[in-house]
């Protein structure tokens, strides 16, 4: 149904049309219009927005969206570079670890650089590796016989962990210290003597 706005005498009152989003619905397909002054406002702030985007990226108006795509693909290939970077860094991190009933370390890292460096922790490890990172994300990983099951309920009634895992992953959060974090999975370690 069209009729759902002033009615106008002359099509002409109704000026510049643009269709600016569109959906399927009970059917039908429902539109989304801006005509008259809302477009003329709305062009205006688009054409503001980009001028902006355009002097920021010192690139041409009708270029901005070639220049983000370029600055995107750029971003991805550092991104990459990067990841190899880091796992070269907690490659050598790993192999000077000394050998200890469990590792315990905290690093600044997202949770696929948390589950990298744990795989690599717990070849020095010989009950577990623990691995902290950002916002208290963690993994528990063990490459024995070692039951992870008793570790995560004593973080979960100790250090208030969510999370879990099979066999030798877990994995979750926690909101602890250091030190007590520390503290705690060593002595949680020692049961593997």
């Not at 539109?31 to 002054?37: E, H, P, Q, S, T």
Request: glycine fraction near 10%; include cysteine.
């Amino acid at each position: 149904c069209a009729c759902c706005a002033p009615h106008v005498r002359r099509t002409g009152e109704i000026g510049a049309l643009r269709v600016i989003k569109s959906e399927k619905n009970k059917g039908g397909t429902r539109l989304w219009i801006l005509c008259g002054k809302r477009l003329l406002v709305d062009t205006r702030q688009k054409l503001e927005q980009n001028r902006l985007i355009s002097t920021m990226l010192s690139a041409k108006q009708n270029e901005t969206a070639a220049f983000v795509q370029k600055l995107k693909a750029d971003h991805a290939a550092l991104q990459y570079e990067l990841v190899g970077v880091r796992r070269k860094l907690l490659g050598l991190q790993a192999e000077t670890l000394p050998m200890r009933d469990v590792q315990v370390s905290f690093l600044d890292a997202d949770a696929e650089t948390l589950r990298y460096a744990a795989g690599l922790f717990v070849g020095r490890a010989r009950a577990f590796a623990f691995v902290c990172g950002e916002g208290g994300n963690f993994v528990l990983q063990t490459q024995t016989n070692f039951d992870l099951q008793p570790v995560m309920q004593l973080l979960r009634t100790q250090c208030g962990a969510r999370g879990g895992g099979r066999g030798s992953v877990m994995q979750g959060s926690v909101h602890a210290d250091k030190e007590t974090l520390q503290s705690l999975l060593e002595s949680a370690g020692k049961t593997a003597k």
